[in-house]
Antibody
């Protein structure tokens, strides 16, 4: 069965970076895009960007341009999202989600990773 | 970016009621509209994609309709396990989500 398993919760200081991993199983990792979506406590869903694990091509939401980097290691079917220059407003649960193609729906999601930014 | 507006923001209904949630796009998105259900502390779950196609395994009491700018999610007979927040999402261009509709059981 398709599974996306994310790394554990992180606590970071303002100005630091965080790197969240998303390990895929149950399907061919390079056949589906990985997207990242975040959700602040009690708030809605915010799309951050996508990555094609086959080509490594990426696309980021304008809000995160220059601060976010999405990468992958195909040998271990794992995608990564790194967010730098963290501020308190970045405190949120970060989800990875599989999409059949760019401009598609998200059919499987990771369990979420809570990133807390606090001094 | 395309703005997605859901209504109502919350609703309370009884078991067995028919429930309808509306999602409006700021410009035409054809049928590129998806619906998700999210329960507290859990990741969103895909219910419907391409406006009206039921995702595998989702109960048939859920249905979606619409095209262009106006869409609806209908729960034909509300069940206790349907208590959740529902989000629409457009996949016509850069993905954006509605603000969510919280459904509570009376």
């Amino acid at each position: 069965q398709v599974q996306l398993v994310q790394s554990g919760a992180e606590v970071k200081k303002p100005g630091a970076s965080v790197k969240v991993s998303c390990k895929a199983s149950g399907y061919t990792f390079t056949s589906y895009d990985i997207n990242w979506v975040r959700q602040a406590t009690g708030q809605g869903l915010e799309w951050m960007g996508w990555m094609n694990p086959n080509s490594g091509n990426t696309g980021y939401a304008q809000k995160f341009q220059g601060r976010v980097t999405m990468t992958r290691n195909t040998s271990i079917s794992t995608a990564y999202m790194e967010l730098s220059s963290l501020r308190s407003e970045d405190t949120a649960v970060y989800y990875c989600a599989r999409a059949a193609a760019a401009g598609s729906f998200f059919d499987y999601w990771g369990q979420g990773t809570l990133v807390t930014v606090s001094s | 970016d395309i703005q997605m507006t859901q209504s109502p923001s919350s609703l309370s209904a009884s078991v067995g009621d028919r429930v309808t949630i509306t999602c409006r796009a700021s410009q035409s998105i054809s049928s590129s509209l998806n619906w998700y259900q999210q329960k507290p502390g859990k990741a969103p779950k895909l219910l419907i994609y391409a406006a009206s196609t039921l995702q595998s395994g989702v109960p048939s009491r859920f249905s979606g309709s619409g095209s262009g700018t106006d869409f609806t999610l209908t729960i034909s007979s509300l069940q206790p396990e349907d208590s959740a927040t529902y989000y629409c999402q457009q996949s016509y261009s850069i993905p954006t989500f509605g603000q969510g509709t919280k459904v509570e059981i009376k």
